[in-house]
């Protein structure tokens, strides 16, 4: 059977709730972000137009646009949103893996017999989100994730993009590369060195030359110009927690190795976290000593995360408290679990976040290509 995947996003999604919240804000531009030295989480498309977007000091956006309307933004009425909008998805399809707040893709393949054509189920759910959280809604639908998701960014706001079975690469094909997801700027400015501009640029280049470059990435890039992927939607319930653990050779009672053996295990953890565009609340270490005994101690935090630093203290904070008896350690294991899609609005609470997630999401891609010892911090690198 062939595949059928559409990806919705919701235009300027915060900014919408506060027009559906305050309707005389409808026709004005609307920022929101917080606080006075904040950056802005989103803002409407008027507002846009102003040359405002998503991560732009606060300062900068009441520049460009000094009459906006500038709000502070509703945490829990945007997941309260989120969550009605994956309750609206969740009756198309039982794969439904949720992304982000605003965002998922829905596996529609063999729902004709139940719904009808496949495109005409991706209209009715645009148009049921329009009218039971009057909020619009971007369609993408594509025999993949990949495609989808492009798809879905075509004509936003109220965007509806189809893109048949077999004329993918031609879709494609005209883009700019750094539409396809994953290329960022360092990677674009390689790309732009090579000649490569549009999507269709990067299909002529020999796979074996991306190999070669940018080595397995090279690989998913050459896939994704032709259109391909091959990743299958995954429902978010499956995951219910992450951890890892590591059993030492010989035990050990060092605290310098312990400790650095637990960062380097949270590391990894997190890592794993921000693949799958999740945080986490709550962070548990174990302790398994030589005689076999096992501890576990849990903390959960006041608001779910996904940066190394925030797990780091609460990892040694725990294993520090948690580390009652004088035997030498086994075996050391760092789980979190609590897990909820990623909300980008707690950095409107926080600035140190987003620049620590920043710098972790570098550190991830820098493993990614060039794998996991590549990069240590200076708390890890003596753990051999
Ligand atoms: P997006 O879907 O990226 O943006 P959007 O829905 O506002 O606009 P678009 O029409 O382009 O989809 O993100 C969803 C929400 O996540 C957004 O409304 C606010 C929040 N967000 C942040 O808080 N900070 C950010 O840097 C980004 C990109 C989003
Ligand atoms: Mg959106």
């Not at 646009?65 to 969740?90: Q, T």
């Not at 399809?93 to 393949?109: I, R």
């Amino acid at each position: 059977m062939r595949r059928v995947v559409a990806h919705l996003d919701l235009d300027a999604f915060f900014a919408a709730v506060e027009e559906n919240l305050d309707p005389t804000l409808r026709g004005k531009p609307v920022i929101v972000g917080g606080g006075k030295r904040g950056v802005v989480a989103t803002a409407n498309y008027i507002a846009r137009r102003y040359g405002v977007h998503s991560a732009m000091p606060l300062v900068t956006a009441h520049r460009l646009c000094p009459h906006g309307v500038f709000v502070a933004g509703n945490h829990r009425l945007y997941r309260d949103y989120s969550r009605r909008l994956m309750n609206i998805l969740g009756e198309y399809s039982p794969l439904v893996e949720q992304v982000s707040l605003d965002e998922a893709y829905v596996d529609l393949t063999g729902t004709e017999r139940l719904f009808g054509p496949v495109t005409h189920t991706a209209r009715a759910i645009q148009q049921r989100v329009q009218e039971e959280l009057a909020l619009s809604i971007s369609v993408g639908l594509a025999g993949n994730k990949l495609v989808a998701k492009v798809a879905s960014d075509m004509e936003k706001p109220h965007g509806f993009t189809v893109v048949p079975h077999g004329t993918e690469a031609a879709f494609l094909a005209s883009l700019p590369v750094e539409r396809l997801p994953g290329v960022g700027p360092a990677l674009l400015r390689k790309l732009r060195d090579r000649g490569v501009r549009t999507v269709g640029d990067l299909a002529r280049v020999p796979e074996r030359l991306l190999r070669l470059s940018f080595g397995e990435w090279g690989c998913t890039l050459a896939h994704a110009a032709r259109g391909e992927d091959h990743r299958r939607v995954e429902s978010r319930e499956m995951v219910k927690s992450i951890s890892r653990e590591t059993t030492f050779p010989d035990d050990v009672g060092d605290p310098e190795v312990l400790e650095s053996t637990l960062i380097a295990l949270t590391e990894d953890v997190c890592r794993r976290l921000r693949r799958r565009h999740l945080e986490a609340r709550t962070v548990t270490v174990k302790i398994r000593y030589a005689d076999f005994v096992t501890h576990t101690c849990s903390r959960t935090l006041t608001q779910p995360r996904d940066v190394d630093e925030v797990f780091f203290q609460e990892v040694i904070s725990l294993f520090r408290r948690g580390r009652t008896r004088r035997y030498r350690v086994r075996l050391l294991g760092v789980g979190v679990g609590n897990l909820t899609p990623r909300a980008w609005q707690d950095d409107l609470f926080d600035q140190r976040i987003p620049l620590l997630r920043e710098l972790d999401l570098k550190l991830d891609a820098i493993r990614e290509k060039y794998g996991r010892e590549a990069v240590k911090r200076g708390l890890t690198a003596g753990r051999r």
